[in-house]
C-alpha cells in the first residue's frame, strides 16, 4: 500500500501564523494528562510558545474577518444550482455562532498569562536545566498532588482557549476544503506556478520519493523544489508526479 505524505505551506504571514497556533494546541492536547515531569514540560513549553505567538499581531480582529469572509464565500452559493443549500446554510450557522463566541470571549490567552504556575515555569524555560525542582520547587510540590487535582487545573486552562480553537479549526477546515488536488509533474526536481489569492498550499508526495519539498512563495506565485531526503546518495528523478492543491 502506497502511503501519501502531506505538507503544508502558507503563502502569507496570516496563515503561518495560524497553522502555528493550530500546531501547538494539537500538542497542548496530546499532553494534557500531566503525569510526571516529562509530560509537564511538554505542556508548559507549548503554553509558553503559544503566549508568544498571541503577544504577535491581532489575533482575534484576524481571525474574526476571516469568520465573516467565509461567511460571505457561503452565502454566495445559496441559490446556485446544484449547491446543497441545507449544508451551506448549516455552515453558515457554525460561522456566525464562532464569530459571537469569539467576540464575547476575554482576551485570548489571558487566564494563562495571569496564572502564577505557568508565569514561573515560563520564566525558567530559557535556562537549560532550569526547571529542576531546586529552581522551582512550586513545580515540584504540583506534581505530587493528587492526578485529578492537575486534570482539573489543566482542563481549565484549555478551556480558555476553546473559542480560539474551534473558531480557527472551522475557518482552517473551511480553506483547506476551497482547495482540489490535482496532479501535477516537476522536471528536474523544480516546480513553480501563480497563486493569486490563494492562502496555503497543499502538497502529497509518497513515503516511497524519499523526497521533500522546499516551497518559496507569496499570494501570487510560488516556486517548488524537490529534495532528497538522503542528501549524500539520494536522488530525484527528472520528472516527479505529485499532487497539488491551491487553497
Excluded at 19 to 48: G, K, P, S, Y
Excluded at 94 to 114: F, N, S, T, V, Y
Amino acid at each position: 500500500m502506497t502511503t501519501m505524505v502531506l505538507f503544508e505551506h502558507p503563502l502569507n504571514e496570516k496563515i503561518r501564523t495560524w497553522l502555528r497556533i493550530e500546531f501547538l494546541l494539537q500538542q497542548l492536547h496530546h499532553c494534557r494528562t500531566i503525569n510526571d515531569h516529562l509530560t509537564a514540560m511538554a505542556f508548559f513549553r507549548n503554553v509558553a510558545d503559544l503566549l508568544d505567538v498571541f503577544e504577535r499581531g491581532e489575533l482575534r480582529t484576524e481571525i474574526i474577518k476571516e469568520l465573516d469572509r467565509q461567511q460571505h464565500k457561503l452565502q454566495a452559493w445559496i441559490g446556485v444550482p446544484g449547491a446543497d443549500t441545507e449544508v451551506i446554510s448549516a455552515l453558515i450557522e457554525k460561522l456566525i455562532q464562532q464569530h459571537a463566541r469569539l467576540m464575547a470571549a476575554p482576551r485570548i490567552g489571558q487566564l494563562l498569562r495571569e496564572d502564577r504556575l505557568i508565569a514561573l515555569v515560563r520564566q525558567r524555560l530559557s535556562i537549560p536545566g532550569g526547571c529542576c525542582s531546586f529552581d522551582l520547587p512550586t513545580l515540584h510540590v504540583w506534581l505530587h498532588l493528587a492526578q485529578e487535582s492537575r486534570d482539573t487545573q489543566t482542563e481549565r486552562w484549555l478551556a480558555s482557549l476553546e473559542p480560539l480553537r474551534d473558531a480557527l479549526t472551522l475557518v482552517l477546515d473551511l480553506i483547506r476544503q476551497s482547495g482540489v488536488f490535482h496532479h501535477q509533474s516537476s522536471l528536474n526536481g523544480f516546480y513553480q506556478d501563480n497563486a493569486e489569492g490563494a492562502d496555503l498550499l497543499r502538497l502529497k508526495l509518497t513515503l516511497e520519493d524519499a523526497l521533500y519539498p522546499q516551497i518559496s512563495g507569496h499570494k501570487s506565485r510560488y516556486a517548488i523544489r524537490f529534495m532528497p531526503l538522503n542528501n549524500e546518495h539520494g536522488t530525484v528523478p527528472a520528472r516527479l508526479d505529485f499532487e497539488l492543491a491551491c487553497c
